[in-house]
């Protein structure tokens, strides 16, 4: 029978297609489509081809993996085919899946079938290949039969062992897996691609991809890549154990790292379970999954069951929805936040993409708009990792028309008409200032622009903040509309009669808005520095503030550079925050707050650490003296013991002080014939005597200071608590003295896990960092906190 020509036309465009986009993919490391597009193609093309047999060729796309890769890195052949996987996208095809092992394994029930899952790592395919337990090849997949050598750069990965542990080990043993990029690593090398204004990455996966195709390994050793093994390959010369999982928890045994979250179920409700349980928490993961695989655990059924084409009968990944589609940007608007910048956002037609609808996207800043080359009216891809604000990827040059056109920052406020300042970076250091223009653009209204002041006011009320129960962001922009607010302050002059007049409120519901409002006047100082907004401190380093320096007044009156003598604060955000204390603005909304019966509690002494602490030789180190280092500044300080002896000094006693280099007596005489530099340092000494952390002050327990029993100690939370939440733990041990950290590393003290504990419990486990139930922890925090 002759096909119809439409058919063998629309196989062969599927084919072109198909071939092209693999192309771009394998070749180019740069995706044209993304995966939800490239699946649905596949699929259609597989069912064309399984309705008509005689339209499959030996080239065609779901007869092989993909491409031949670039011929940069010499040739692989494969002894054993690395094959891909066939997918299943709902719940039906899992369900058949598991029903056609069944008949082909003659089980006459399914329910105790050994299923190994493991997450489906977004990640590039490898080959290592192991003789005598050394690491001598590692290869990409390429096209299933014929890969890259790449073992230069895989060399370069610390989670590769270079040579397995123990013994035992097959003569020869292949390990195959995946090396990706986790999501942190993925976000700090874009960050230095925008500041080093260069390309950026589209995806976690298109970034390993790129890095492992370096030419130079040295370039790769840099890339934040890791390798998760998932099976092997070639075994000669040896054993290894019968059921997949275990042959993994002895690749384990052997050094080589495998998914804490694989898992071995029974039948389909297992699978189900597995796959639901890991949807639920794929936000939370430390890396990007885009499914589940599913094998047949026992390898002699693996065996009984083969393989078909290009994929095993006893595998098949089940896919989670798209995270990544493509859409077109309608619009580009600006959005006014609460320090004044002035942000774009995307309007786009509305995708279905990573499980939600999305209609918008963020831009983050005109910089990152010229980066993308976006235009409104484009093609884009948009991306979105579980909760985190969908944001344009890339930009489908090719599917412009010429009706684009290009985003312009506005010159006056969209929201109160004021003007648009870009603002200006200042890099200081060895005295001197270096001018450049940042990404940020803001509106220069402050607190007469709506929108600020709208933000101000959510921020300053929020529950981390002033905790203000009943000032939801609908009341607060009904407040600033019927101008009964115009500062943080108006707030508590806000009356009875004055609420009942807001749309929702009654007499009961305005009385208590009313006491919720008196009742936040009594309020600890770290959440009242944290509510008052000041740009780059969040709420641990208002935390910081306040448990170092102990007053608000105090914070008002800070150096920069004396602020930068506390923990974790560096000289940009130091002089934010004095920028932000000294402007005649912030000045008067502070005042006004006192004014209004704000009781800071908990105001102390300056923190015990910082009591008589900054040295001679510190303060001169701080002051960025040309030539001076840290051994120059301690000769000075031995030889002088007092700053005014070091101002009144001259060459010639400078040539006296031993150690003291002649760059150094240089650098010391430039600054001393400067008016300005030798104010600045008399006065920060002289806030250092206010403050009692000069040298000279005397040392005392701050007054109503606690011993704090967990300070310099790091913590982690994980799993789910059941007494309390996860926010309520971390603030009594912050209030310990503890820092909490979200992720485990060598530093970690502790982790504290709770019911549903995953990944970071495994990491503790191994790495021997002592873990705690919840019935242990609150035991030992009642003990902590009744000391």
Not at 252 to 273: P, T
Request: glycine share 8%.
């Amino acid at each position: 029978m002759t096909l119809p020509d439409s058919v063998t036309e629309r196989a062969e465009s599927l084919r072109s297609e198909l071939e092209a986009h693999n192309y771009s993919y394998y070749v180019l490391d740069e995706p044209s489509v993304t995966d939800s597009e490239y699946d649905r193609l596949f699929q259609e093309l597989k069912a064309l081809e399984a309705e008509h047999p005689e339209l499959v060729t030996a080239d065609s796309p779901t007869q092989r993996v993909g491409k031949k890769p670039d011929t940069g890195f010499a040739e692989v052949r494969h002894e054993q085919p690395m094959l891909s996987l066939d997918n299943a996208f709902d719940a039906e095809d899992m369900a058949a899946f598991i029903k056609r092992i069944g008949e082909r394994l003659q089980l006459d029930d399914t329910a105790d079938l050994e299923i190994a899952c493991e997450p489906k790592l977004d990640g590039i395919a490898v080959s290592l290949m192991y003789e005598q337990g050394r690491l001598v090849r590692a290869a990409t997949r390429g096209d299933g039969s014929t890969g890259e050598d790449i073992t230069l750069n895989v060399r370069t990965l610390n989670s590769v062992p270079l040579r397995l542990m123990g013994s035992g080990w097959p003569e020869r043993l292949e390990v195959r897996g995946e090396i990706y990029m986790p999501r942190a690593g993925f976000e700090r090398l874009n960050a230095l691609a925008r500041d080093a204004d260069e390309k950026t990455f589209v995806n976690p996966r298109n970034a390993a991809a790129g890095s492992l195709r370096q030419l130079d390994p040295a370039i790769t050793a840099k890339r934040p890549l890791e390798f998760c093994c998932y099976s092997t390959g070639v075994v000669s010369g040896g054993e290894l154990p019968d059921r997949h999982a275990q042959r993994l928890e002895q690749l384990h045994a052997w050094g080589l790292k495998i998914n804490a979250e694989m898992r071995v179920v029974s039948g389909l409700d297992g699978c189900r379970d597995y796959y639901e349980q890991l949807a639920a928490r794929r936000d939370q993961l430390a890396y990007d999954i885009d499914g589940i695989v599913f094998k047949v655990n026992r390898l002699d059924q693996q065996e009984q069951l083969g393989y078909i084409a290009r994929a095993p009968r006893w595998a098949i990944a089940h896919k989670f929805p798209a995270q990544e589609e493509a859409t077109r940007l309608k619009a580009v608007e600006f959005q006014v936040g609460r320090t004044g910048a002035i942000t774009p956002v995307a309007r786009l037609e509305p995708v279905f993409v990573g499980g939600v609808t999305v209609s918008n996207a963020t831009l983050h800043n005109m910089d990152e708009i010229a980066r993308l080359g976006v235009r409104a009216g484009d093609w884009v891809i948009v991306r979105r990792a579980g909760d985190v604000i969908p944001q344009i990827a890339a930009v489908q040059t090719d599917k412009r028309t010429g009706e684009e056109t290009e985003v312009h920052i506005p010159e006056q406020c969209p929201v109160c008409g004021s003007a648009v300042e870009r603002v200006r970076l200042v890099k200081r250091g060895k005295g001197r200032e270096q001018h450049t223009e940042g990404a940020v653009y803001r509106c220069v209204g402050r607190l007469s622009c709506q929108a600020q002041l709208i933000q101000a006011l959510i921020h300053f009320v929020s529950r981390k903040a002033m905790d203000i129960d009943g000032l939801g962001e609908k009341n607060i922009e009904l407040l600033v509309q019927k101008e009964l607010v115009s500062s943080p302050a108006d707030l508590y002059r806000l009356t009875v009669e004055q609420v009942l007049e807001l749309e929702g409120f009654a007499q009961l519901s305005s009385e208590n808005l009313i006491n919720a409002i008196a009742a936040s006047r009594q309020v600890e100082l770290a959440r009242f520095v944290y509510a008052l907004g000041i740009p780059e401190v969040g709420e641990g380093t208002a935390r910081t503030l306040a448990a170092q320096l102990g007053s608000l007044q105090r914070l008002r009156e800070a150096e920069p550079l004396l602020l930068t003598w506390l923990p974790d604060i560096g000289l940009e955000v130091g002089h934010e925050i004095h920028n932000f204390m000294q402007d005649d603005h912030n000045r008067q909304v502070l005042d006004d707050l006192l004014a209004q019966g704000i009781d800071l509690q908990g105001e102390t002494d300056i923190a015990m650490g910082l009591q008589g602490a900054i040295g001679l030789d510190m303060l001169l180190l701080r002051m960025d003296i040309p030539g001076v280092a840290k051994t120059g500044a301690e000769a000075l300080a031995r030889y002088f013991k007092a700053l005014e002896p070091v101002l009144a000094a001259d060459e010639s006693v400078l040539a006296e002080v031993p150690k003291l280099s002649r760059k150094a007596r240089d650098g010391m005489m430039q600054c001393l014939r400067n008016d300005d530099w030798v104010a600045r340092i008399r006065a920060l000494e002289q806030q250092l005597r206010d403050f009692g952390m000069h040298w000279e002050s005397e040392v005392k327990v701050a007054a109503g200071a606690n011993a704090q029993p967990l300070q310099g100690q790091t913590w982690v939370l994980t799993g789910t608590l059941e007494q309390m939440t996860r926010d309520e733990a971390k603030e009594r041990l912050l209030a310990l003295g503890a820092k909490v950290s979200g992720s485990v590393s060598g530093k970690t003290h502790t982790l504290v896990a709770g019911p549903g504990a995953g990944s970071k419990l495994a990491k503790a486990e191994k790495a021997g960092v002592p873990v705690m139930d919840e019935a242990s922890f609150l035991q030992q925090l009642a003990e902590w906190e009744s000391a």
